[in-house]
Each structure stands twice: as structure tokens, then as C-alpha cells.
């Protein structure tokens, strides 16, 4: 089976811009989560789609964001980028919710 | 206080060495515990997932857990330079629930 792929792998943008992130998870598998890891504060989680619905949601301001539709492919949006948005955005996938399975994550510069 | 702590590092050992590496947490109503492995550029991948308190061995990889000091370690035996990665716990408190990281260690092991 093909593995988890993230587009595109590396982005520079400007503050104030918008940007968005894709995934597609291991065939099968219905659930999609979203982490941001930087060097400071680690990997933290972002938000969790199960079947279309968020599911599962981090402490992060609204401007995040995401959407999955029904082939399971997800997105997730940054609005008015920050300085501090900097980092790299990891996507997993799993059948249920269990066992996830990262891709290699998609590094995010902000001028 | 962070609700996975994880030392800093980084550990620097010689190859054949056994390595400890060590998590602790605050929240007990954390059930599952994992360990990730992950290779610079890339995303982490699961090594080890355990529940219950006590020993788990996979090969040259053990994992254990102590719900009672809230304390789980990684050992890994007869270390080999491919070792060499970033290690980060992860717990949650239910089967589909977030996932919570440590801040992760960067292991190298010299030849």
C-alpha cells in the first residue's frame, strides 16, 4: 500500500497570507489528524477528521482549520499567517483512530 | 507543567551501548502509551505500543510503563548507528483520543 503523501513538501509565504495543506491517507484508512512540530514546543496536535467529521481538536486559534472529504482526503487551512507559523505540518492517517501511520510532513517558511 | 515531559538531550552513546530513554507524565488518565521513531526529513513512525503497566519487547527495542510514578521508558539494546533519530513518547487517554507528545531526544550512535 502507498504510505501517507503530503502536498506540497516544502512553502514559503508571506504574513498575512493564506495557505493550504493537503493529505492523503493509506488507502482505507478513515481518520486524518494534523500536527504542527517545531522546534520549540514539539509536536502538538492540531485537530482529528473521522469520516468527514473533526472529531478530535488542539488548542490552536481559529485561524486553522481543516476539512476531509469523502475519499478521506484532507485539507487543512492557515489564514493571516504569523512568524510563528513557521514549522513543520505533519499529517497521519488510520483506520479508525489507533495506529497512525505520518507522512513526511510538508515544511512551512513564513516571511 | 507541560503533561508529557521528555529529557532534552541530546544523547550521544557508542555503537553497542544500551540506551534509556524516559518520559513522565501528569495526566493519569493517559491509557496508552507509544514511542516514535523518526529519521531526519522524514515523519515519525510508530516502534513500540503498549497499555498496560509492565514490559513490552519487540527485537532489540523494549518499552515499559509505569502507571503508578507515571513513567514509561524506551530501552534499546546493542544500539546501532541507524538508530540514530529523534525518539518522542506519545500517550492518550482513550483509543481514538488526541495523541499527546513529548518534545522528543535526538539519539546518535557513533561507529
Known amino acids: 500500500k502507498a504510505g501517507v503523501t503530503q502536498t506540497p513538501r516544502y512553502l514559503i509565504k508571506t504574513r498575512g497570507q493564506q495557505v493550504t495543506l493537503s493529505c492523503s491517507p493509506i488507502?482505507?484508512?478513515?481518520?486524518v489528524s494534523w500536527y504542527q512540530q517545531t522546534p520549540g514546543q514539539g509536536l502538538q496536535f492540531l485537530f482529528e477528521y473521522f469520516s468527514e467529521t473533526q472529531r478530535n481538536k488542539g488548542n490552536f486559534p481559529g485561524r486553522f482549520s481543516g476539512r476531509q472529504f469523502s475519499n478521506s482526503r484532507s485539507e487543512m487551512n492557515v489564514s493571516t499567517l504569523e512568524l510563528g507559523d513557521s514549522a513543520l505540518y505533519l499529517c497521519a492517517s488510520s483506520p479508525q483512530g489507533e495506529t497512525q501511520y505520518f507522512g513526511p510532513g510538508t515544511r512551512l517558511l513564513v516571511l | 507543567q507541560k503533561e508529557v515531559e521528555q529529557d532534552p538531550g541530546p544523547l550521544s552513546v557508542p555503537e553497542g551501548a544500551i540506551v534509556s530513554l524516559n518520559c513522565t507524565y501528569s495526566n493519569s488518565a493517559f491509557q496508552y502509551f507509544m514511542w516514535y521513531r523518526q529519521y531526519s526529513r522524514k515523519g515519525p513512525e510508530l516502534l513500540m505500543y503498549t497499555y498496560s503497566s509492565g514490559n513490552k519487547e519487540d527485537g532489540r527495542f523494549t518499552a515499559q510503563v509505569d502507571k503508578s510514578s507515571k513513567y514509561i521508558s524506551l530501552f534499546i539494546r546493542d544500539s546501532q548507528p541507524s538508530d540514530s533519530a529523534t525518539y518522542l513518547c506519545a500517550m492518550r487517554t482513550g483509543a481514538n483520543s488526541k495523541l499527546t507528545f513529548g518534545k522528543g531526544i535526538t539519539l546518535s550512535v557513533r561507529p
Open positions: 488507502s482505507g484508512h478513515r481518520s
